[in-house]
Each structure stands twice: as structure tokens, then as C-alpha cells.
């Protein structure tokens, strides 16, 4: 069952803060990641709904958190940029023959692997387990996974807060697209 409340205190530098229930009852705590949308920052006085649970010393937190009025789902917007720019490759390969097909076979076992990668990951994070560096998150995105990576990012809910990741992230896109592209001018072209 989800209660409502209001977003009394927040130390946005420590990421923390304490909701006061709309019931009046004992103010519960709240950490930055109880907070379903990553893209917005907590502020004072936001009516807040969340779950109701328990750290490990038996004090009331909040997680699942979203600001009332808005709805928890998954990033459907990015998984559609993924799967747009893979259906891309495959006309520009297949039906266009602008690029070699094998490279929308590297985007498909690309994409898996940064999926599989990014799963791995958010199961060693939770097992406290050996973790997949950023930086190879990040290189598997820049040669071709970037899509899988997208896609992971969002249906897993993993590494989708951080911005500094986020940031290097987009930056991998960004030139993997732009190598792409390349390929398209006619005198770079290359046969397979």
C-alpha cells in the first residue's frame, strides 16, 4: 500500500532527506535512489507518494518514491530511440545496401552483450558481488551496444541516475552515431 506525504526536509549535497506523512505520523527518511524519476531532483514542500519499509535497524524509509501527479513506468522514449536506430541499420543494410550487413549483426550481438553486461552489473550491485567497471560499460557502448545499453539502462533501472555516467554515455552514442554516419558518404563506403 503506498502513502502520501510531503518532502519536508532534503539535503540535496548528502542526498537525503524526511518525508512528513500526510497522516501526521513519524517522519520517514528518504534516500536519493527511493526515487522512481532520475531525471528530477527532490526539493522541499513536493507531495511525495511512496512505500512504506525499514532499514536494517528497524527505522520507517520510504522507497519507490514519486512525486504525486506522476507515474512510474520505463523510459519508453529511449527503448524507441534503440529499437528506431537498429531498424535503421537493418534498411540501410538489408533493403538499402548502404552499409555491409555484418554491421547491423555487430549492433544485435553488441546490444546483448551490453544488456547482459548492464544485468550482470545490477546483480553484483545488489549482491554486493564483483562489479562491471564504467568504463567498460562505456566501451562496450561506444562499439556498437550502445542501443542494448539503452535499453538495459531503462527496463533494469540501472545506471540511469548517475549524470557523470550518464553524461559519458551519451558522449559514446554520440560518436558511435557519428561513425556511423560516415559510412554513408559515398567515396567511404565500404563492401563487404
Known sequence: ???????????????????????????VF????????????????????????????GRPCATNVLFVGERRGIGFGSILIAVLFLAAIAIAAFHLNKIPRLIFGVYVIA??????????????????????SESTLHLISLFCGWPGALIA??????????????FVFWVTVVLNCGAVAFLFIPEVAIEV
Open 1 to 27: 500500500m503506498r502513502s502520501q506525504g510531503t518532502l519536508t526536509s532534503w539535503n540535496d549535497e548528502k542526498g537525503f532527506g524526511f518525508i512528513t506523512p500526510d497522516d501526521a505520523s513519524r517522519q
Open 30 to 57: 528518504v534516500h536519493i535512489n527511493s526515487f522512481s524519476n532520475r531525471g528530477r531532483r527532490p526539493e522541499l514542500n513536493q507531495a511525495v507518494s511512496y512505500a512504506l519499509s525499514s532499514d536494517s535497524k
Open 111 to 132: 546490444s546483448l552483450l551490453a544488456f547482459f553486461m548492464y544485468a550482470k552489473d545490477k546483480s553484483a550491485a545488489k549482491s554486493g558481488g564483483w562489479r562491471t
Open 153 to 166: 539502462q531503462q527496463t533494469l533501472r540501472h545506471k540511469s541516475k548517475k549524470q557523470s555516467f550518464r
